[in-house]
């Protein structure tokens, strides 16, 4: 995941070349699973991709860099921060996660980081999984769901569903869940932010659900 600021160029163009060019050439690319371009608002905006193996991820940055590098004469983007992560829980609903184009309908994200002050990584994916990854996947207007381990204590949670009704019931669910029962973890959320999927690629036969 990356979230930059735009500094040159506007949103449409960005969502546009992403669309037409690297979201394609990405996709391309050994062991992708998914790509998603999330327009954050205030000329932010979020990437999260999916490979299959660390080293394909890895190769992959440098494709975007170069990509970048192309375009940055009409086009700047400085990075404000970014994380890496394995999925340890994630679910993704059949057909929410087909390809999205400039003009699409928009799906609502949410993006929330937390650190963990008790317990361990490990015992909170287990949790989520046994506890609260089915019952959110069953709520209307589900897309999709991925909890990463970020390493030093810290996870990242993001959920796509269908448009802002369903992300208003989803951050309730979600808040409820972890106040009432994953206290004893001790969350910090470090980041919230929520945005709109504006372009996206996945081969959904890999988007199996990742259990702890």
């Known amino acids: 995941m990356r979230r930059y600021r735009l500094e040159r160029g506007s949103m449409a163009e960005l969502a546009y070349r992403i669309d037409d060019d690297f979201a394609q050439q990405l996709a391309a690319q050994p062991g992708f699973v998914s ?13 999260m991709s999916i490979f299959v193996a660390l080293e394909q991820a890895e190769a992959s940055r440098e494709l975007a860099r170069r990509w970048a590098d ?6 700047e983007f ?9 999925i340890l829980v994630g679910r993704a609903a059949k057909g929410m996660l087909e390809e999205t184009h400039v003009g699409s309908p928009r799906k609502s ?20 999984d046994a506890a ?5 996947g069953a709520m209307e207007g589900f897309g999709a769901w991925h909890v990463f381990d970020c390493g030093g204590g810290e996870v ?15 951050d309730d669910r979600a808040f409820q869940f972890i106040t009432e029962e ?3 973890f001790r969350l910090e959320r470090r980041v919230a932010l929520r945005g709109d999927l504006i372009v996206s690629r996945a081969r959904t036969e890999l988007l199996e659900p990742a259990r702890a």
């Open 35 to 47: 790509y998603e371009l999330i327009d954050c608002g205030f000329g932010e905006f979020m990437t």
């Open 70 to 75: 192309e375009h940055r004469e009409d086009l």
């Open 78 to 86: 400085p990075r404000l921060e970014a994380a890496h992560g394995e």
């Open 109 to 128: 994200v949410a993006i929330r980081r937390y650190r963990l002050h008790a317990g361990s990584v490990g015992e909170l994916m287990h949790r989520l």
């Open 132 to 136: 609260f990854a089915d019952r959110f």
């Open 156 to 170: 990242l949670w993001i959920s796509f569903v269908r448009d802002h009704a369903a992300a208003e019931e989803s």
């Open 182 to 184: 994953l206290r004893d």
